[in-house]
């Protein structure tokens, strides 16, 4: 940024559908898929143009994700012994990957998330590829490009300092090592089997005709027999896609939907009518399975939030 002004947001969150819009212009839904109380945290960086980000999670998420149209993001996970899958397919923790803004994309990430990605503008040659997702497999150099971003939020201080002059020079040199970075991924692009395509259409028929059937409570074998699809071509799919089998992903969502509903303020509903509402009929059972996924029983969650009266 020519005048060298910098802004610099850090924020912790104690549930997925709060973090999910510490990104301005992004469109995000984060589901909670590992046991536990969720902590996460947010640090952005942004110089103009150039927004840099490091954005932890402890435990298991789902996430999906639009960047801003007109833009690009480059991804680096800063954990040397678990990658994560970005539309069904596999990013290996020594890899990067770059996605275009505008579109749509799933993460599955692992318990213990740690990444840092830059926004930018896009390329003029940014529609060239023809995969959405762009791994970058340049190893040593990606990381040592991360370690330096690290370097950039930890150096920026959130208010005031003297640091114009470095505001000034830095967003130009990450640009130019994004355009390194980013024609590697271009000239390593191979003919890639259709396996992960396959999983990711597969997946995204399931949960798009989930999504339209609302909370009603579906059986695994209901679900392929409406897509007609046999249940191993789909159990593959979302194994390969998120890490687990359909049952246990389609319980999650709607324990997720609950628990947004009982962190809603606005929704005086008992934990009971929330529980019937998406699909619970045995309380007991509800608040098991609640308390196994988010750390705390449903009347926690409301007692908390003041949501039920």
């Known amino acids: 940024m020519a005048d060298g002004r910098h802004d610099v947001i850090h924020r912790q969150f104690f549930d997925g559908s709060e973090q999910e ?21 947010v640090r952005r960086l ?3 143009g150039i927004k840099v980000t490091r954005e932890s999670i402890n435990v298991a998420t789902e996430q999906r994700t639009s960047p801003p149209v007109g833009r690009s993001v480059f991804v680096q996970s800063l954990r040397h012994n678990a990658g994560f899958r970005m539309n069904a397919e596999a ?4 890899s990067s990957c770059f996605v275009a803004g505008g579109e749509e994309y799933h993460a599955a990430m692992p318990e213990g998330c740690d990444i840092v990605f830059v926004e930018y503008d896009a390329p003029s040659d940014a529609k060239s590829s023809p995969w959405p997702v ?3 497999n340049a190893g040593a150099e990606a990381a040592a490009f991360a370690s ?7 150096a920026f201080p959130e208010v005031g300092g003297d640091t114009l002059e470095m505001a ?6 990450i640009t130019d090592r994004l355009s390194y970075l980013r024609d590697l991924a271009t000239r390593g692009l191979r003919q890639r089997t259709s396996a992960s395509q396959t999983d990711w259409a597969v997946f995204r028929l399931v949960r798009d ?4 059937a609302g909370s009603d409570p579906l059986s695994v074998a209901d679900v392929c027999r409406r897509i007609d699809l046999p249940e191993p071509v789909v159990r593959q799919a979302f194994i390969n896609t998120v890490g687990r089998g359909p049952g246990s992903w389609m319980r999650d969502q709607r324990l997720n939907g609950a628990r947004r509903d009982l962190l809603n303020q606005q929704d005086r509903a008992s934990v009971s009518e929330v529980a019937v509402r998406w699909g619970f009929w045995h309380l007991g059972r509800f608040s098991r399975y609640y308390a196994d996924l988010f750390g705390e029983l449903p009347s926690q969650t409301a007692t908390r939030s003041g949501s039920v009266s």
């Open 148 to 154: 330096w971003l690290l370097s950039l939020l930890m």
């Open 46 to 48: 942004c110089l103009g």
């Open 134 to 136: 762009s791994t970058v």
């Open 209 to 212: 005709h989930l999504d339209g």
């Open 91 to 94: 990013i290996a923790p020594e």
């Open 168 to 173: 000034s020079l830095v967003p130009g040199m």
């Open 21 to 41: 819009g510490a990104l301005d212009g992004w469109t995000q839904r984060y589901v909670q898929m590992g046991p536990g109380q969720y902590l996460g945290e």
